[in-house]
C-alpha cells in the first residue's frame, strides 16, 4: 500500500475504531485521491480528504415502539449528515437487524461522491435503523415509522436533510414516515423522496436506481463497441433493484438468469422474462415472501444459502448489499467469461474482488457511478416538489438517462489510463471529489 494511503488510513482508524465497512470505503476513495491530491496541493493545503471523511452531524437516538402483543420494543435510529457542501444532506433510510454506525457512515460517505457525479445539488447523509421489517405486521411498521420520525423530524427539511428509502424502506415506510413529518410540523413539503405519486412522487423513481444501473452498463459496453443485446446477465438480490435492473435489462435485449434474496437464489435458463417479473414483484413487494417460491412456481433450480456468481454470464449487476462479491467469487466470474461488472448494490465488491476486475481490465462501474440513477431522480422529485408540478414519465426518464451518460463520461475523463483502459474506480472519486472540494475550499473553514 502506498504509505501515504497508509498513514491517512491509520488515522481513519484510530478515530473510528471498529467501523470496517466505513475504513473500507474510506481507503478505496484514498487510494485514489491521494495521489490527485499531490498534484493538486490546494486540496492538501485545506486539509479536505482529512474533513471529507468526519461526519458535519452524527445524529443517534432511541426509537421505542409497541408491537402487537403490547409489548414495548426498543430499536436504535440513526443519521448520518455527512457533507452539504453543494446541498442539503441526501441519501437513504435503511432498515435492517445489521444497520450500525459503521455502515451508515460507510454509507453516508459513499453517497457525498455520488450526490457529486450527479451533477444535482445535493449534499450527502445516511440513516436508519437495526429494526427488521421481516416479520413484522404492517401495523408495527407503522408504529414503529411513526417513532422513528417522532425524533427525526427536528433534524431535517425540505432545505435541511432529505431522507429516502434504501434496503427495508419502500414506499409503505416512507408514507408511514412522511406522515407522521406533516402531522408533527404542519407543513406538506419534499422532505422525503420516494414519495407515492399522488402525494409528490415522480414517475420513475421507484425504477431510477435498477433502470440508472443498466443505462450506465449500456455506456461502458459501448466502450468497447457492444450492447446488451443477447446478453446473459446475473443478477442478485430481488428488491427494488433488482426488479427494475431485470425489467431495463430485458427490455434492452438481454436475458437476465437468477434473483436471489437472503436465504439463496433461483436459475432460470430460460430468463426472467416480463411474466415471472410480475410474480416476482407480487411475491416480494405484496406477499413479502422467499425467492424460493419462483422455482417452485416456474420449475427451474433453487441453491440454498448461496450467491449467484457461479453462474456463467457475460454481465454480472450485484443489486442486493455490501461485500456481496468475493475475491474467489470475482475470479469464478472472470474465468466463466464475464466482461462487465455494474454495481446497483453500495459497495458489493470487496477490495480483493475489485483489485481482480482491475488486473483483468474489463469493464467495472463502481456503485457510486453506476447505481446513482436513484438519487439523481430522487433530485428530480426535489425539484418538481419546489416547482409544485409533475413532469412526464418520458421527461423523467429522459433525464435519468441523460444523468447517466453524463455519469459515464465524467468516469471516462478523470479515469481513463495512458494505456485506454478505463479505471471507473478513480473516475467516480475523482470526478465526484472536485465539485465538493472546490465548494468546501470556497465556504472557508466551516
Ligand atoms: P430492498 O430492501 O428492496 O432489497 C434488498 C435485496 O437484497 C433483497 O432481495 C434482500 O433479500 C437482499 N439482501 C439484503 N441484505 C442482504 C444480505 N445481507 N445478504 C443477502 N441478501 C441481502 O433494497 P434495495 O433494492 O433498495 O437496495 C439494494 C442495494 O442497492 C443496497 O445496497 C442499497 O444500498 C443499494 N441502493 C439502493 C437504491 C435505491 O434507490 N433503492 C439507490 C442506490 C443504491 P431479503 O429480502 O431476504 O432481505
Known amino acids: 500500500m502506498d504509505p501515504r494511503v497508509q498513514q491517512f488510513m491509520a488515522m481513519i482508524k484510530s478515530r473510528n475504531p471498529g467501523e470496517n465497512e466505513f475504513h473500507q470505503a474510506v481507503q478505496e476513495v484514498a487510494e485514489s485521491l ?13 486539509k479536505i480528504l482529512e474533513r471529507i471523511a468526519e461526519p458535519e452531524r452524527t445524529i443517534i437516538f432511541r426509537v421505542p415502539w409497541l408491537d402487537d402483543k403490547g409489548e414495548v420494543q426498543i430499536n436504535r435510529g440513526f443519521r448520518i449528515e455527512m457533507n452539504s457542501a453543494i446541498g442539503p444532506y441526501k441519501g437513504g433510510l435503511r432498515l435492517h437487524p445489521t444497520v450500525n454506525l459503521g455502515i451508515l457512515k460507510f454509507l453516508a460517505f459513499e453517497q457525498v461522491f455520488k450526490n457529486s457525479l450527479t451533477t444535482l445539488p445535493m449534499g450527502g447523509g445516511k440513516g436508519g435503523s437495526d429494526f427488521d421489517p421481516k416479520g413484522k405486521s404492517d401495523n408495527e411498521v407503522m408504529r414503529f415509522c411513526q417513532s422513528f420520525m417522532s425524533e427525526l423530524f427536528r433534524h431535517i427539511g425540505a432545505d435541511t436533510d432529505v431522507p429516502a428509502g434504501d434496503i427495508g424502506v419502500g414506499g409503505r415506510e416512507i408514507g408511514f414516515l412522511f406522515g407522521q413529518y406533516k402531522r408533527l410540523k404542519n407543513e406538506f413539503t419534499g422532505v422525503l423522496t420516494g414519495k407515492g405519486i399522488e402525494w409528490g412522487g415522480s414517475l420513475i423513481r421507484p425504477e431510477a436506481t435498477g433502470y440508472g444501473v443498466t443505462y450506465f452498463a449500456q455506456e461502458m459496453l459501448s466502450t468497447r463497441g457492444l450492447s446488451l443485446q443477447g446478453k446473459t446477465v446475473c443478477i442478485s438480490g430481488s428488491g427494488n433493484v433488482a426488479q427494475y435492473a431485470t425489467e431495463k435489462v430485458t427490455q434492452l435485449g438481454g436475458k437476465v438468469v437468477t434473483s436471489s434474496d437472503s436465504n439463496g437464489f433461483i436459475y432460470d435458463p430460460q430468463g426472467i422474462d416480463a411474466e415471472k417479473l410480475n410474480f416476482i414483484m ?20 433453487y441453491f440454498e444459502g448461496k450467491r449467484p456468481w457461479d453462474i456463467k454470464c457475460d454481465i454480472a449487476m450485484p443489486n442486493a448489499t455490501q461485500n456481496e462479491i468475493n475475491e474467489e467469487d470475482a475470479k469464478k466470474l472472470i474465468r466463466n467469461g464475464c466482461i462487465c461488472i455494474a454495481e446497483g448494490a453500495n459497495m458489493p465488491s470487496t477490495p480483493e474482488a475489485i483489485e481482480v476486475y482491475l488486473k483483468a481490465e474489463i469493464l467495472y462501474g463502481p456503485g457510486k457511478a453506476a447505481n446513482a440513477g436513484g438519487v439523481a431522480t430522487s433530485g428530480l422529485e426535489m425539484t418538481q416538489n419546489s ?42 472519486n475523482i470526478g465526484g471529489f472536485v465539485k465538493v472540494a472546490n465548494a468546501m475550499i470556497a465556504q472557508g473553514v466551516v
Not at 495521489?35 to 485545506?46: G, L, S
Not at 429522459?398 to 459515464?408: R, Y
Open 34 to 46: 491521494i495521489p490527485f491530491i499531490e498534484e493538486n496541493p490546494k486540496y492538501k493545503h485545506a
Open 282 to 301: 407480487d411475491l416480494k413487494n405484496i406477499r413479502r415472501g422467499r425467492i424460493k417460491e419462483y422455482a417452485e412456481k416456474f420449475g427451474c433450480e
Open 387 to 428: 416547482m409544485r408540478l409533475p413532469w412526464s414519465r418520458e421527461e423523467v426518464d429522459s433525464k435519468l438517462h441523460t444523468i447517466m451518460q453524463n455519469i459515464h463520461t465524467t468516469c471516462v475523463r478523470y479515469g481513463t489510463k495512458e494505456n485506454g483502459f478505463i479505471n471507473y474506480v478513480d473516475g467516480a
